[in-house]
């Protein structure tokens, strides 16, 4: 997951949301940025990711602390490598092209991280009840092989078929895979969360007053899909990480993602800290974080809001914020929808295409339509519609 390490927020009241308090401000200004920063902003999700599994792992490495037998090494290595390849477009694609060989090199080191764990305790060179570090190791591992590897292959995944497009596709992504994949994110990090007890996606679902409800909405021009480019799904994923990131445990978050056929538009709502007026338009330049975050522990790198605008900004789009002290933050990001577009569809062997995009050229006009197997989860090569 592409979210940082959760974060504690200090104890306070919940913000009211209320919009009416909040100042509004429709960040405009031009975005310099070098090759370099650009190359970081198409792999930002992944590389927070990458710097999560570094920070797991070392955690991991102290909880047995046996110089011995150094646990991870092999792993430490790719993924290092991995992370310092992500400032160059062509370096870092090779190297992601080779991210499943990561998959039985860690099954292989999370098995011998056990086996030492185990004869540690069984010297009582650890004691796990007494050992604060030695009573997370497992935690900590469950939470490497069970939530962090499955998101690394899969934001891998994701990255490189969103290279393979043109810069002006627009994906016809299934609104339950979107949310699912959303809803399974928030799941892991409050998994491996000592700030939150839970994550709910509905108020009926909350039993703990600690849990952080989060409340997703999705509609496109046809039912049960929408249009967008890809790069938005990275973006709604980093600000609802963000929103939960400076809320308080309890907070309620609203995010949706509309596409009328006209106009994209991303909102994400929290009551949570809010953000300084003064500072809103220097929030989006590279590596900048509010003065009232500043002393907060983050392992990401600070230009969520930056790829955030800087993509909006390349489609046309519209980025307003608006916040309050103690009330909370808005963002709405628009796009206008362009008439002429190449549209890429995840369809499996069940799915009439023609059909599919029969009914949406009876709403909008597509230049060139294509196959592309997202939901499936398969590198297949595009295949074209013959029309």
């Known amino acids: 997951m592409e979210s940082e390490t959760p974060i504690i927020v200090e104890d306070g009241p919940i913000g009211t949301g209320d919009e009416d308090a909040m100042d509004t401000l429709e960040i405009t200004h031009d975005l310099q940025l070098t090759d370099e920063q650009k190359a970081k902003l198409v792999f930002h999700s992944f590389s927070n990711l990458m710097t999560v599994l570094m920070n797991v792992i070392g955690k ?5 602390n046996d110089e011995t037998k150094p646990i991870f090494t092999e792993t430490l290595s790719f993924v290092t490598n991995l992370g310092k390849s992500l400032t160059s477009l062509t370096t870092a694609t090779t ?5 499943p060989e990561l998959q039985p090199t860690i099954d292989r080191e999370i098995s011998e991280a056990r086996n030492v764990y185990n004869s540690l305790v069984a010297r009582n060179v650890i004691h796990p009840n007494s050992n604060k570090l030695g009573s997370l190791f497992e935690r900590n591992l469950n939470w490497l092989e069970k939530d962090l590897l499955p998101n690394v292959t899969l934001r891998a995944k994701e990255i490189m078929q969103r290279l393979s497009l043109p810069n002006n596709a627009w994906v016809m992504f299934k609104i339950d895979s979107l949310r699912h994949n959303l809803e399974q994110n928030l799941l892991a990090v409050a998994r491996g969360s000592s700030h939150i007890s839970g994550i709910v996606f509905s108020e009926a679902e909350r039993r703990k007053s600690g849990e952080m409800c989060v409340l997703l909405d999705f509609k496109g021009v046809l039912p049960g899909s929408i249009h967008l480019p890809p790069v938005y799904q990275d973006i709604l994923r980093d600000l609802v990480m963000n929103a939960r990131k400076y809320s308080l445990p309890g907070s309620t978050i609203h995010a949706s993602l509309l596409n009328d056929g006209t106009t994209l538009t991303v909102r994400v709502q929290d ?13 989006v330049q590279f590596g900048q974080r509010g003065s009232n975050v500043e002393s907060r522990r983050t392992l990401g790198g600070g230009f969520g809001l930056t790829k955030a605008y800087y993509f909006t900004k390349q489609f046309n789009g519209t980025f307003k914020v608006q916040t309050a002290i103690g009330v909370g933050t808005i963002f709405t990001l628009t796009i206008p929808c362009p ?6 569809m995840p369809c499996d062997n069940k799915v009439k295409h023609q059909q599919i995009e029969k009914k949406l050229r009876d ?4 230049s060139e339509s294509a196959i592309f197997p997202h939901c499936a989860g398969k590198s297949k090569p595009m295949k074209k519609i013959k029309t």
């Open 339 to 344: 008439k002429m577009f190449k549209l890429v």
């Open 60 to 64: 991991c490495r102290a909880g047995i």
């Open 271 to 283: 009551n949570g800290m809010g953000i300084p007026l003064d500072e809103l338009e220097a929030l």
């Open 95 to 99: 190297l992601l092209s080779s991210v």
């Open 363 to 366: 709403t909008i006009t597509i």
